[in-house]
């Protein structure tokens, strides 16, 4: 079981498709099924004329998913007894850090700021000062994960092109490397890291197919799991597409978009030409 998880905050370009038909063609390959899930916690930059153009851009490219379409938004009710549940064992605490605070607070001196996978690593102010209240109803503010008691020394496997194979994490380079990570955002009500961890066992995935971009990402992802007893599926991270200059394409890259093909006339198939799917002729 694979899925494509696109955010709608921008149109789908050459990249969305490549990483969509990799993971609907490995599920096909195998009997499997293919679903979709739309990723849009993000109120501000989400936008439904970008979610129908999604449904329309994957039908376009021939891709057809099972069951019905998880969305993000519809699950806010189901991610909080998570974090209430860890705010209760103590495993998470306010912060009301600003970005410019953390920056400061963060900085050794010589050395810069360091950085993990989900930006800088957190120097800890608002744990020391023991914003931890279990008894409390959870605050509404940005919620930190205690990475000291939430880690543990664990594995995943991965299957992908650059052929890693098997990937220990342990405890210690979670603490040091990554930090105490937000796992709610006070506007959200939750963050990327616990939705996709939540949304990935809800839908049973058992092959994570996604970008190069969030190998990273994923030691956190497998420590979730871990914690919260969820199944760690196999990761497949693949190559992102770039474009002439080999910068990887973005959102705003309205040039690459599949919509704008799809206007020029091309095909499906000149789609997966493009991304490098089938030989050029
Ligand atoms: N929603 C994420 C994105 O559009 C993908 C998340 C994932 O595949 O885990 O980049």
């Known amino acids: 079981i694979t899925r494509f998880a696109p955010s709608p905050t921008g149109p789908l370009h050459l990249g969305h498709a490549y990483s969509a038909i990799l993971a609907h063609d490995m599920a096909r390959a195998a009997g499997g099924q293919f679903l979709l899930r739309i990723e849009d916690i993000d109120r501000q930059r989400s936008k439904p004329e970008w979610e129908a153009q999604i449904y329309e851009d994957l039908r376009w490219l021939g891709l057809s998913w099972a069951g019905p379409v998880l969305r993000q938004s519809d699950r806010l009710t189901i991610y909080r007894p998570t974090l209430e549940n860890m705010w209760e064992q103590g495993l998470l605490y306010a912060c009301t850090c600003s970005r410019r605070d953390i920056e400061a607070a963060a900085a050794a001196p010589q050395e810069g700021v360091?950085?993990?996978?989900?930006?800088?690593?957190?120097?800890?102010?608002?744990?020391?000062?023991?914003?931890?209240?279990?008894?409390?109803?959870?605050?509404?503010?940005?919620?930190?994960?205690?990475?000291?008691?939430?880690?543990?020394?664990?594995?995943?496997?991965?299957?992908?092109?650059?052929?890693?194979?098997?990937?220990?994490?342990?405890?210690?380079?979670?603490?040091?490397?990554?930090?105490?990570?937000?796992?709610?955002?006070?506007?959200?009500?939750?963050?990327?890291?616990?939705?996709?961890?939540?949304?990935?066992?809800?839908?049973?995935?058992?092959?994570?197919?996604?970008?190069?971009?969030?190998?990273?990402?994923t030691s956190i992802h497998v420590t979730l799991q871990k914690l919260l007893e969820l199944p760690t599926p196999t990761y497949c991270h693949h190559k992102l597409i770039r474009d002439e200059n080999g910068k990887r394409l973005a959102k705003r890259d309205n040039a690459r978009a599949i919509a704008k093909y799809r206007a020029e006339g091309a095909t499906p198939a000149d789609i997966r030409r493009l991304v490098g799917l089938i030989p050029s002729a």
């Open 114 to 217: 360091p950085v993990g996978p989900d930006g800088i690593v957190y120097p800890g102010t608002c744990r020391a000062r023991g914003a931890r209240r279990p008894g409390q109803p959870l605050p509404q503010a940005a919620l930190r994960l205690r990475m000291d008691l939430a880690a543990r020394d664990c594995s995943f496997e991965e299957i992908g092109p650059a052929h890693r194979g098997l990937q220990r994490i342990t405890r210690a380079q979670m603490i040091r490397d990554v930090g105490d990570i937000v796992l709610a955002r006070r506007e959200m009500g939750t963050s990327y890291h616990l939705s996709v961890v939540l949304d990935d066992a809800a839908q049973g995935i058992t092959h994570v197919t996604r970008g190069e971009d969030l190998f990273e990402a």
